[in-house]
């Protein structure tokens, strides 16, 4: 995390300025609010945090990045939320571009609606009804929307009245 404020002016030398490094620490809330900007791996708690915080991110994406993090690159950069470099090496570079742009960065981060509050439970209502289907009726995994059994189509998931007081016989 960085700060812009601590610089005698919006135009001041970013390599002069004064910065802290602070390892495992618990209260991390406490250094966004004081930052401007975040530097880090695109991990979701960090990119997640940095942008319900309403900081621009600087992130970097290459070869040493984890699998499960590559994508959140990319929707930095898609989403608009700030630079990404493909090495730490660049981070100089970085922080010098993003002042530029940091209100158009901080802008897009500030309007974000997370909206995931309000899907998760969504998806896992679909995950418990499809659980909770008979086996001839899960498609396998991977398989094509095109090639799954349509569920008011088959017999053992009919539910019209007339029918739901008898069990359905199978040939």
Do not use: C
């Not at 699998?67 to 922080?95: C, K, L, M």
């Not at 998760?120 to 001839?136: D, E, F, N, T």
């Amino acid at each position: 995390m960085f700060s812009l404020s601590i610089l005698p002016s919006a135009q001041g030398d970013l390599e002069s300025a004064p910065r802290l490094v602070v390892g495992f620490a618990s209260d991390i809330p406490r250094y966004m609010r004081l930052a401007d900007f975040f530097i880090g791996k695109p991990g979701p708690g960090s990119i997640s945090e940095a942008v319900q915080q309403g900081l621009p991110v600087i992130v970097v994406d290459n070869t040493w990045t984890m699998p499960q993090e590559r994508y959140n690159a990319q929707w930095v950069t898609e989403h608009g939320f700030g630079v990404v470099h493909d090495s730490f090496r660049t981070i100089d570079r970085a922080v010098n571009e993003l002042p530029g742009r940091l209100e158009e960065f901080r802008g897009r981060v500030q309007n974000y609606q997370n909206r995931a509050l309000f899907e998760i439970p969504i998806i896992l209502y679909g995950i418990v009804h499809q659980a909770q289907r008979p086996k001839s009726v899960n498609p396998p995994f991977g398989a094509a929307p095109g090639n799954r059994p349509d569920p008011d189509l088959t017999a053992s998931t009919h539910t019209s009245p007339a029918l739901a007081q008898e069990p359905l016989q199978r040939p």
